[in-house]
């Protein structure tokens, strides 16, 4: 793996507070509460004179733009602050004002002005078949640039690489049975290419937004998180949402029972695919903490590897 800066070369300034807080707070606080809760406009205050804000170029190839829209979402901190105080996003196909050629020729202007610090966030899958055409994200001089031609340009030029979201992680939708484009997860491709640089998974369908704000904020203060055998984050995709469900209870007196067929308010019958799902959804919650899949529905698993071939038909017990 290439020894690659991550983080631009910048010294803190001082704030009201101090570095060393806003670090033990940011390391002390993530593991047990939300991003949300502990990125108060205080610490967001403490960030923004701290650090010059972080270069990011985002495109995306196969995907709904869901991911972005989640990213949107995002209440405390709002984009507002993210994108004012924490980053500065120097492309987005979505929300940028600029396209056409002129949008094409910032990106690799940006990404040689910033080679080695920028983070390269990649949504949705990387189609391979027939040489890339599947998806053209533009063109220069009349040359088309698809998005395998992109990311295999770019990304050996960037600090670090996300892939936001499942089809960008692992293939997802796109690379379900029927995947006539060749649609391709980040790190698979790159292992076609011999790309070294180093990529944090941030799957879901769509990925929490605290997942894609807490996993920027971590590059930024303390560079890669750990992550785990599927390349996530630990601190989001560390546990298992079975094993933390608040239906727990009623799974074990069913299994006790053997009646897993009729297990009260656990929706094991109706195919919840939470043993095999690694997330944090159970404490964490979507719509600013207001509900959650399994409060009234099933855990479909869009968090992990394979999905949604793997976790279908998503109304079949696992049992
Ligand atoms: S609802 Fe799903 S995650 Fe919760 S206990 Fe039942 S099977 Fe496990
Ligand atoms: S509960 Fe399961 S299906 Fe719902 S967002 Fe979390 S991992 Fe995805």
């Given at each position: 793996m290439k020894d690659k800066q991550v983080l631009p070369d910048v010294q803190p300034k001082k704030s009201g507070i101090s570095r060393r807080?806003?670090?033990?707070?940011?390391?002390?606080?993530?593991?047990?509460?939300?991003?949300?809760q502990m990125f108060n406009p205080a610490l967001i205050q403490a960030l923004e004179?701290?650090?010059?804000?972080?270069?990011?170029?985002?495109?995306?190839?196969?995907?709904?733009?869901?991911?972005?829209?989640?990213?949107?979402?995002?209440?405390d901190p709002s984009i507002a602050d993210i994108l004012l105080k924490v980053i500065s996003l120097q492309f987005h196909p979505t929300v940028g004002a600029c396209e056409g050629e002129l949008?094409?020729?910032?990106?690799?202007?940006?990404?040689?002005?910033?080679?080695?610090r920028f983070s390269f966030a990649i949504e949705g899958a990387i189609p391979v078949a027939e040489n890339g055409k599947y998806c053209i994200l533009g063109e220069i001089d009349?040359?088309?640039?698809?998005?395998?031609?992109?990311?295999?340009?770019?990304?050996?030029?960037?600090?670090?690489?996300?892939?936001?979201?499942?089809?960008?992680?692992?293939?997802?939708i796109p690379a379900a049975k029927g995947n006539v484009t060749g649609a391709t997860g980040v790190m698979d491709f790159f292992k076609t290419k011999n790309i070294t640089t180093p990529v944090?998974?941030?799957?879901?369908?769509?990925?929490?937004?605290?997942?894609?704000?807490?996993?920027?904020?971590?590059?930024?203060?303390?560079?890669?998180?750990?992550?785990?055998?599927?390349?996530?984050?630990?601190?989001?995709?560390?546990?298992?949402?079975?094993?933390n469900c608040p239906r727990l209870d009623d799974y074990d007196e069913a299994f006790m029972a053997m009646s897993l067929s009729d297990p009260n308010g656990c929706?094991?019958?109706?195919?919840?695919k939470g043993p095999d799902t690694y997330a944090d959804c159970y404490k964490r919650k979507w719509n600013s903490g207001m509900n959650w899949c399994?409060?009234?529905?099933?855990c479909i698993g869009c968090v992990e590897p394979g999905f949604p071939d793997a976790m279908s038909p998503f109304y079949e017990p696992a049992y």
């Open positions: 807080s806003f670090l033990k707070t940011v390391t002390g606080t993530a593991a047990g509460i939300g991003i949300s004179k701290g650090l010059e804000r972080h270069p990011v170029i985002w495109i995306q190839g196969q995907g709904c733009t869901g991911c972005s829209v989640s990213l949107l979402n995002s209440v949008a094409m020729k910032h990106v690799y202007e940006v990404a040689r002005e910033y080679e080695g009349h040359k088309e640039i698809s998005m395998m031609d992109m990311v295999q340009e770019l990304a050996p030029m960037a600090g670090s690489v996300l892939a936001i979201g499942t089809c960008a992680a692992y293939g997802g944090v998974n941030i799957p879901g369908c769509p990925p929490h937004p605290d997942w894609i704000v807490g996993s920027i904020v971590h590059l930024l203060e303390n560079g890669i998180p750990e992550l785990d055998y599927d390349g996530r984050p630990k601190l989001f995709f560390g546990n298992n949402i079975h094993d929706r094991m019958d109706v195919g919840c399994v409060n009234n529905a099933v």
